[in-house]
């Protein structure tokens, strides 16, 4: 009587006797699909098969990333910039207060103090040594003071350039302009403010770091990938991300695995959703491998087991024909299948209960399958 009470559920107002099933085929006529309201749909055609789901980190590529230190000691007297604001290249992050950057400054202005003179003697003498007034002895004599004056001023304002003050402002310190011990921490390029170390008052010596500068325009997702599926995954292989809504491509596989959690880094490349995404974010991913076989993607609930094997319901001329199907992965609302269905096959999405009641009733009374699950 089971097999019988089970058909009589699952079909509803549908008399059991209407319903026929004839070895893998169920046959139904228009008003006993409504009954069963039997949905149908074509599976999705895809180029890869689920692979793993695995933790994975938002992390940004070494290339894009960019540290922002102090060229001069001193103290700092301002900071322009919050954590996490755009910035763009040039613009001030912060202001140091140094007397070793008035002490290079001053030193650009004796040197030029010098050189001035020595050109001055050097183009007097050159008009001497023309008329004859001056051996040309006393003529290399000047002409090596001035040598050694260019030099001096050549490293004073090389020296002080290495310390972040442009030319234009060291053309403007040998017309006159005041000496000022004001140095300004500029942006090395356009990106994002990613660390800030930089805290007003704080004295900082040469070389401190104050800040952390990312471009954002690409971005790396690294993968904790188990070691037991490592051997599947290829370099091209696709991985998603589905919250926030994100799609990358394995670029490194590592050699190495993690002794602690057994798993291999996997590093992907983010190729659409980058807007999307922030360096340091944790993510769940789902890895995906390519293949060129026949793999389509249906609704979870298309596909039911039986006896240990996977089917789903193909919709034929005659009724629905209970296919047997292989399962490539698993996915949060649908499956993957790489064997069983042809390209164009319709199968049944909703009503596979009753269809499946049918088809056991039927198979149970021609003694070719056991109990249903």
């Known amino acids: 009587m089971r097999p019988f009470l089970l058909l009589l559920c699952s079909l509803h107002l549908v008399p059991v006797s209407l319903v026929r099933a004839e070895g893998s085929l169920v046959r139904l006529d228009a008003e006993q699909r409504s009954h069963l309201d ?19 980190r938002v992390v940004l590529p070494p290339a894009k990333e960019f540290a922002v230190t102090s060229l001069q000691s001193g103290i700092i007297t301002h900071v322009n910039v919050p954590l996490g604001v755009k910035v763009t290249k040039g613009q001030v992050l912060a202001e140091i207060d ?186 769940n991913v789902q890895m995906m491998h390519r293949s060129t076989d026949r793999i389509f993607r249906v609704p979870a609930a298309a596909v039911f087991n039986h006896e240990g094997r996977y089917y789903v319901f193909v919709k034929r001329p005659a009724g629905f024909e209970a296919v047997e199907v292989a399962v490539a992965g698993q996915e949060p609302y649908s499956m993957v299948l790489h064997e069983g269905l042809n390209e164009g096959e319709v199968v049944v999405i909703q009503g596979v209960a009753g269809l499946k009641a049918a088809w056991l009733g039927s198979s149970n009374g021609s003694n070719n399958h056991g109990h249903g699950e």
């Open 98 to 283: 140094s007397v070793a950057l008035v002490d290079l400054q001053r030193a650009v202005v004796d040197a030029y103090s010098v050189f001035d003179v020595a050109k001055s003697k050097m183009r007097r003498d050159e008009t001497l040594l023309r008329e004859g007034v001056i051996s040309k002895m006393r003529w290399q004599e000047t002409k090596s003071g001035y040598d050694r004056a260019q030099a001096t001023l050549n490293a004073a304002e090389q020296t002080l350039k290495a310390s972040g003050i442009t030319a234009a402002e060291i053309e403007r310190l040998k017309a006159g302009s005041k000496i000022n011990g004001l140095y300004r921490v500029l942006a090395p390029v356009d990106g994002f403010v990613l660390a800030r170390m930089a805290i007003v008052g704080q004295r900082v010596e040469a070389l401190s770091p104050l800040f952390r500068i990312g471009k954002l325009d690409e971005l790396w997702l690294e993968v904790d990938m188990p070691q037991e599926r490592l051997k599947e995954a290829r370099i091209g292989d696709r991985v998603t991300v589905e919250n926030p809504s994100a799609r990358a491509r394995v670029i490194e596989i590592s050699q190495s695995v993690d002794p602690q959690s057994q798993s291999a880094l996997v590093r992907a490349l983010v190729e659409q959703g980058t807007e999307r995404l922030r360096p340091g974010m944790n993510v």
């Open 38 to 56: 039997v949905r149908t749909a074509l599976p999705e055609p895809v180029t890869a098969i689920p692979l793993a789901q695995a933790p994975g």
